[in-house]
């Protein structure tokens, strides 16, 4: 058995009970159901989620969508950067990166429609996990942190199952979260990007992004950077550093 058998066996568990929801919070439920409902507001706030909290990110959408009543890729197409630009301006609470944000919303646009015809789900239906990764990757912003993601969220909230072959290279989203975590296991070495994803392969070989979402969640509700809830946490049976 694995070193880290324990370990994975606990988060797999853990991704079995915590409700997938939780992956795309957002600050009212209709911001939620958008994202849910619409497969280029799932898709253009993936594609945004970089140094910005969960909350802000999945209810950007939503925020356009009261500026200009709809949510249509082909609508937003014929708009100029500068009246993308406004459009975030004009956001309550907009993305850390102002100035490259509505050049990412472009983009996606622009694939969505020229690539995919002005259907988002396109990207991932009958596609393989490789070929969506590589889509994302060619929008402007995106690296592979948010690509690996969107991966995992794809398979968990489109019930798109990707091929094993594809598993080996999905990795998780190294964040704030991710990374605290695993370091308290003791699995990596240190609170860094590389050794976060290098500790999920080492955990879940097979399929590190697997392991992704619990991670998040867990760093979220429980792994706390200042008075940890270890006592409650669904990892403090295996977890080395209880209390760090």
């Known amino acids: 058995m694995s070193l880290y058998q324990p370990i994975l066996n606990a988060l797999l568990h853990y991704k079995t009970i915590f409700d997938q929801e939780e992956l795309t919070p957002a600050k009212c439920p209709e911001a939620v159901n958008l994202i849910h409902e619409n497969s280029f507001a799932f898709i253009s706030a993936c594609c945004l989620d970089r140094g ?25 197409y014929s708009l100029s950067l500068s009246q993308i630009s406004s459009l975030f301006d004009r956001l309550s609470q907009k993305p850390r990166y102002t100035n490259a944000a509505p050049r990412t919303f472009q983009d996606i646009c622009r694939i969505v429609v020229e690539d995919f015809s002005g259907h988002a789900e396109k990207i991932w239906k009958n596609r393989s996990a490789m070929d969506v990764k590589r889509t994302l990757l060619s929008v402007y912003g995106v690296g592979s942190g948010i690509a690996n993601m969107s991966l995992v969220l794809i398979e968990g909230l489109y019930q798109i199952t990707f091929s094993d072959l594809d598993y080996k290279n999905m990795d998780i989203k190294p964040d704030v979260h991710t990374m605290r975590v695993l370091y ?31 991670l998040w969640s867990i760093g979220r509700n429980w792994c706390h950077p200042a008075n940890p809830q270890c006592a409650s946490c669904p990892l403090n049976s295996c977890c080395e550093r209880i209390g760090l």
């Open 52 to 76: 910005t909290k969960a909350e802000i990110i999945w209810t950007i959408p939503y925020w356009i969508f009261q500026q200009v009543g709809h949510y249509d890729p082909l609508r937003f």
């Open 184 to 214: 308290r296991l003791g699995v990596s070495p240190s609170v860094n990007e590389m050794e976060a994803i290098l500790a999920a392969r080492r955990i879940s070989p097979s399929y590190s992004g697997a392991i992704d979402g619990p």
